[in-house]
């Protein structure tokens, strides 16, 4: 069970942090957040670009773990496995989330 | 493969009023450009990876070791080889897809578009009280913001020469950026299916030379 | 006992009963796995031939073959059949049939549910073909968009047939992944650890999971809209504070894993059979189960790529367009792999392996353009037109179709012990592959000159006449083939031709045994070491057949099934399962679900409670049925080892299940808040006039009842294991889920006009949902507390009591959810 959940957390965060920041976004959009402004900067970027960064923390942290002697599991194939899913994970954060920082919102 | 591509190309011909390979518009011919780069792109791949296998079949026997392999096939062409062409089409597609945005400026002019089974209504800010049926009148050469709506079930509003299309949903208004390089008729076809009425569902987008447009805004055509 | 009498005397226990009777009574795996494949190719064939008459019509420009409102329905019940009736029973048959023989085991882990997954897709396939005799088929397109399919513009039946239809053959595929997660988790020889799993396991855990996750927000949806159509609640409408774009989100958030659902079984055929087409071992094992699970996730994270023209601004469609890009990837690794293992061996051009070639092809093909849709300024353009009708038939024909031929001519001789004796095969390979390109590469052209999807006619000025007209001939051409392919399988079931044993000279344990397979698979268990024991070890089959492994004494008395399970990661023997025998009771309780669809079908609604409760009735005597008078000790396997019965332990196979079901159902409610937030933010038409009227006292009492309930029945399962009196534990629990159940129901009675906006009917859902749950534990508790009256050997026999825990944990953790969404907005707001 606790192998399970090793080879699966990684990909596991990637899907409740993509689908967070689409709903943020969404969010945003839907009740005219993105008219506020902090200082110069409105406020949408800031807010996306933190959750962005945020997530790709965890998945670092994450990996981290993957690899520590601490959390590794004791099967060198579950070791393998795992490790491929929290890079997955890690790079699946990176690149489908990469439009919160570039891509324009809200239209 | 290619040459039944380029057989039936001759055969379907590029003159249709339809075809997004024939485009009269900017979206449209960016769009078709990317298109035609895609192409190329997937007929190196495919014809690489077809080699690959036919290779595999005529080939002296030989052994490398399986971390050797699985470096060469699923690190270097499985990872590496993927993930590099495609984070260039990835980038190059959303670089096109903002350039495509409806952002507003001076230059656009609105229009709005309502789509019923089996009919489109359009109307024209800049012309109170005017309504067309099924035929949509704009100015070429300047870009042109279609506000989409729907009063029943969804549909799509496309005119393939001149750019993408976009959906008319019920209690949403959609925009779509458009424009046509040159006067002239354009065939518009509702792109979502909608029941019975399907088939022929479509309309006809008019673009008017400067003098043409200014003279539809006074009312004097139309 | 020497090999012929043990071989008589297992028969004779596992054996179906003889004759017509057997097939309504079978609960053996190698039989349902058969039923499944064969009524799975019949509804291939019936979609073939509605695929046929789509052809026909679009071969000539102003066709009269058919008009409209019968096109419909024919393209409709086309891509209907064949996604549900035909590719998922596929891969449940498929897995049904090979998964015990690959595993090392004599059966699945509840074989009853798999016979009741088989009648709840032959009784639901059933419904959708009579309505397709009387011409009142379903006709708004295979994804059924709102506000189409409401009643307003499709006021007929049509639509019901698919809501309900669907919703019941959905049952099996929800039943058929429980079945198969749990089989492969625990239901597998002793020392098979995770990296010792054939690789078509570890395609068939993930892709069942998948089930799990990916099934329920279409149910969901499908309830929804039958809600809607039947009794007014406005989820999709949007001047009454619904949104159609709901029910696209929930259909595609099933509707892209679905794709996977169906590709990755054909991905686990091919990792299995092209590494014994080229006499060698699949290269890199770990990486494709990794890419396998990457594949599986990331395709979740891909829905709004159907989506890209409903006007979701353009960062929201980047997510997907990138996602749908990377999802590439591991896509991509798992064809150089294969690549890779054929460099590695030696190919040989058998049959199976040319359609694997075809499935190179055709797949990768169907890949670029893949990508080409992901990109969403090309999207623009190709959506709803007959390129995207060429993409998805190059997946689904290039990565389905042709990898379950090459499955179907490998295991032919499993399936019937004979071997191929007139060698058609080749030439219906030709046809197929010709065939299909031309159909297909022409309808990628013709879609970029602007012809849409779903059309009945066009003219002939529109200047694609030629290119229909060819595309038409291919599709003739590819029918053909499959004809032919029919025709052979029919030969080959009829002509004796005894085969071999092992004929491709295979190296994983299904082809350890004699073929056709016997009921009980294995005559004794073989203890695994490799990934390919019997490439390891050829003399295995006999060892086996003498009684070398576990469990080779079949019990002295009584005629119990017996197999046992293993520890999930590491493969050491766990506990002994015994299994129920033949049974009418599956086919049955399947019937009266039906009745249950029927009656909502027809709007006849008095049968409905009746039904309801048929169905509790029979679900209570399923299990009922399981239980022991006596004190069930510890059950030698053989080799010296000695293991505790499955009803004697926490984690029973049954505490497993209902895990798995609780996770798809879990997936089912988190899609119904998903729905409401999505309403919220997005719909127009909110916040709605009126809000719930949040009451403390209400929220307390619902609370209350939650923690009483759970608290109780963990008092109840200490007090058992100590060997007291459960009984007033018991009574405290139903109290608490007594209480949750009237809070629902005021919850529901309170919903502010539930047809007047779609807030109220959202909240009369969430409640209906509470209540449900309350109910089943309420019943599950009454059971338990029936179990003791009756005296059962509960104290050592606690294995439902953890069943019946995890059940009412549930019913309190959704409760709760539920009580915050229906008070908390009032009460902030
Ligand atoms: C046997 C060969 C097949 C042929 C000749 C064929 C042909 C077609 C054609 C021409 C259409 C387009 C109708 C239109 O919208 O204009 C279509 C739609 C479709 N096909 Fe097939 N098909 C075949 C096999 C399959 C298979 C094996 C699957 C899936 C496993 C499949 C799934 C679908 C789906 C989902 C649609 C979309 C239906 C809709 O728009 O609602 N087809 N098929
Ligand atoms: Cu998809």
Redesign the pocket.
Known sequence: MKDLLRILIAPLIWFVAFSSIYGLHGLICGHGLQAIQIGSLSLPRPLLVAAYLLAIGVQMVVLGALYSAQFRSRSGFVRFVSRATGWTGLVATIWSLLPAATTSYCV | MSLTFLTLFTLGGCQGELSTLSPAGPAARDIATLWWGMLVGALLILSFVMLLILMAFRRPAKTADEAQQVRVWIVNLGLIFPVSILLALLVYGLVIGERLLPRSSAEVITVEAEASRWSWTFSYPDRPGLQTQDVLHIPAGRPVDIEITSTDVIHSFWVPRVAGKMDAVPGHVNVLRIEADRPGRYAGRSAEFSGSGYASFGFTLIAHDPTAWESFLAGETG | MNTLERHRKLSAIWASERGLKGWFSTVNHTDLGRMFLVTAFFF?LV??IL??L??AQ?ATPHSAFAGPDIYNQI??M??TI??FL??IPTFEGLAVYLLPKLLGTRDLAFPRLTAYGYWCYVFGGTMLLVSMLFGIAPDG???MYPPLTGAIHSPGINTDFWLIGITFVEISAIAAAVEITVSILKFRAPGMSLDKMPIFAWYALVTALMILTGFPPLILGSVLLELERAFGLPFFQADLGGDSLLWQHLFWLFGHPEVYI?FLPAAGIISTILPVMCRTSLLGYGWIVAATLGLAFLSFGLWVHHMFTTGIPHMGLAFFSAASTLVAVPTSVQIFAWIGTIWKGRPELHLPMLHILGFFLTFVIGGLTGVMVAVVPFDWQAHDT?FI?AH??YV??GG??FPVFAGIYYWLPHFTGRKRFFRLGEVAFALIFIGFHI?FLA?HWVGLLGQR???STYQPEDGWTMINLISSIG?FI??IG?AIVLVEIILHAMTANRGKRNPWKAGTLEWAMVTPPPAYNFASLPHVTSREPLADDPGLPARLARGDGYLADPPTEGSRRETLTVDISTGRPDYHVAYPGNSRLPIILAAVTGLFFLSLLLKTYWVTPLAVTGVAILGWLWVWSRGHKKDMPPQPIGRGIKLANSSTVDRSPGWWGSAFLLTADATFFGSLLFGFAFLWTVAPGWPPPALFEPSALEFATGLAGMGISAISIRRAIGANRVGDKPGAWLVMALAGTGLVAVICITLMLRAPAPPGHAYGATLLVLGGYGLFHAALATMMILFLMARVRGKFAMTACRAEFSVVKLWVDYAAVTGVLILMAAHLPGALG
């Open positions: 291939f979609g073939g695929a046929m789509i052809r679009l393209f409709t086309h891509g064949m996604m035909f590719a397109g295979w994804f169906i007959a009708t998805l038939h689904l024909f389905f179709v159909t309808m999807r779903r059309i599709g590819l029918a499959i």
